[in-house]
């Protein structure tokens, strides 16, 4: 029974005493002891069984408290060790956190170098890409620029395969730049058709290509695109005997490019001569038909007044000494066989030798007169046209820039290739305009001054034949 219900169980036994129980008598006389009744007995039953269960129940509060006691001295010690624990938990926290701190600066440090090792190798393959796309070695291995390639689209760290690669290339690069390498290749020509023939590369500068024959020899430089050699440009016919020569190792020298390729790639760049005259527009053929014709009048020009005799000084002299003597008739034959504005005024003189002298000066005068326009011929129409070319080629000029503005006002200036035609017209035409004046000039200034020292020849041997003629014609003749 629970403590919280013995003063019910007192309080009912007590009632129950009062209500039938009398007091209580001894049984004899002398006799201590009380005779208890059933419920006094009952009672004390209940109390010596409560007590004991008192007693029972304050070991076990005992013993449970004891109990708590030891679990909570378990329980202070299991704190204090997790407090010990914590706090060495907390020291090897702090002591691992220097350490990822230590670890990670070590890490930041060691991946900065790694960026810069991986970018000084990115930027020396970078570099060996753009030596070997222009290096003709590349045309005897294909596939040589495929690891590079590779590499440097990979986007992360290059590996050490990788850093042997590029110091392989490097390597193969400049041992093969120190030699001269002959033999049968393949390479596309300047029709765009893959064939095979001969190659010779210059170590690292440059590549010798040529047909079967050998005749066909032209420069090569390596085509990235196509993995090949492509031959870019065939020389002058100089040149080009040099490159067969070399090629069939008949010569040990030959016109190098030591630009590396730069030289031939703008070689092949220039545009041919009908190209150029191509760009100049329709004002090109009137210009080259006014060249054509004066170079025509210019030969025959040449060829006459070529032929015109200008030291006459030795034949005017034997004929002065004729004259002079009266062999007037030695004096025609020896005019008689010789051809020449000249000659030719000396004879009309000579036949009109017994006029007045104002009829022979007008008689030499006529005849100067008459080889004129002989002398002069085609002067005037070169000094023409060396007036006409220049401004047609100003004209060309004058339609290039139209065209040009009509361009930019149509495309806008965005793309200057779209405006080259108009240039190319106005500078072509200009360029070629000049380049047959210049020359059309010349030729009529030297032809002029020619015909003026013919001229002055002449009325220099005229006077002088008017002179002789007038001084024979003075003297008094002999009485016969």
């Not at 390596?222 to 100089?238: F, K």
């Not at 009908?274 to 210019?298: C, D, K, N, T, Y």
């Not at 006529?366 to 220049?390: C, G, N, R, W």
Request: glycine residues 10%.
């Amino acid at each position: 029974m629970k403590r919280v219900k013995r003063p019910l169980f007192f309080l009912l036994v007590s009632i129950l005493l009062w209500m039938g129980a009398g007091p209580a008598f001894p049984a004899a006389a002398g006799e201590t002891g009380v005779r208890l009744t059933p419920a006094v007995k009952m009672v004390s039953e209940e109390k010596r069984a409560a007590s004991e269960k008192s007693r029972l129940q304050g070991r076990r509060i005992a013993e449970s408290r004891q109990r708590a006691r030891a679990r909570r001295d378990r329980a202070a010690a299991e704190v204090a060790r997790l407090k010990a624990e914590i706090s060495r938990r907390e020291k090897e926290l702090e002591e691992l956190a220097a350490e990822q701190e230590r670890l990670r600066r070590k890490s930041r440090k060691v991946f900065l170098q790694l960026d810069e090792l991986a970018g000084v190798v990115r930027t020396g393959a970078r570099d060996l890409r753009g030596l070997l796309e222009n290096s003709p070695v590349s045309g005897e291995a294909p596939g040589r620029l495929a690891p590079l390639k590779a590499l440097l689209k990979k986007d992360g760290y290059p590996g050490m395969p990788e850093i042997r690669t590029v110091a392989a290339l490097y390597l193969d690069e400049i041992r093969a730049s120190a030699e001269i390498r002959r033999g049968a290749g393949e390479y596309i020509d300047l029709e765009g058709r893959r064939t095979r023939g001969r190659v010779v590369r210059l170590g690292a500068l440059g590549a010798i290509v040529a047909d079967a024959a050998g005749e066909n020899c032209g420069y090569a430089v390596y085509g990235p695109a196509n993995d090949v050699l492509i031959e870019v440009s065939r020389p002058g016919w100089w040149v080009r005997r040099n490159l067969s020569e070399f090629v069939a190792g008949r010569t040990g020298a030959v016109y190098l490019d030591f630009s590396g390729g730069s030289a031939v790639r703008r070689l092949a760049l220039m545009p041919s001569a009908w190209e150029r005259l191509r760009s100049g527009g329709l004002l090109v053929w009137p210009i080259l038909l006014i060249g054509v014709v004066a170079l025509l009048l210019s030969a025959e020009r040449f060829v006459f007044l070529s032929r015109v005799k200008s030291n006459t000084d030795r034949v005017m002299g034997r004929i002065i000494e004729q004259v002079a003597g009266g062999d007037f008739s030695g004096s025609l034959e020896l005019l008689e066989n010789r051809s020449g504005p000249v000659f030719r005024v000396l004879r009309a003189g000579l036949k009109a030798r017994h006029e007045a002298r104002e009829v022979l000066e007008n008689v030499l005068e006529e005849a100067i007169l008459k080889e004129l326009p002989q002398l002069e011929k085609y002067l005037p129409t070169l000094q023409v046209l060396a007036a006409i070319a220049p401004l047609l080629g100003l004209l060309g000029t004058v339609t290039g820039m139209i065209n040009t503005f009509q361009v930019i006002t149509v495309y806008g200036a965005g793309d200057p290739r779209m405006m080259s035609g108009g240039i190319s017209e106005a500078l072509v035409t200009t360029m070629l305009g000049l380049s047959v004046a210049i020359p059309i000039i010349l030729l009529h200034t030297w032809f002029a001054r020619r015909v003026d020292k013919i001229i002055g020849d002449m009325e220099e041997k005229s006077v002088s034949l008017t002179i002789a003629l007038q001084k024979n014609n003075e003297e008094p003749k002999p009485i016969p």
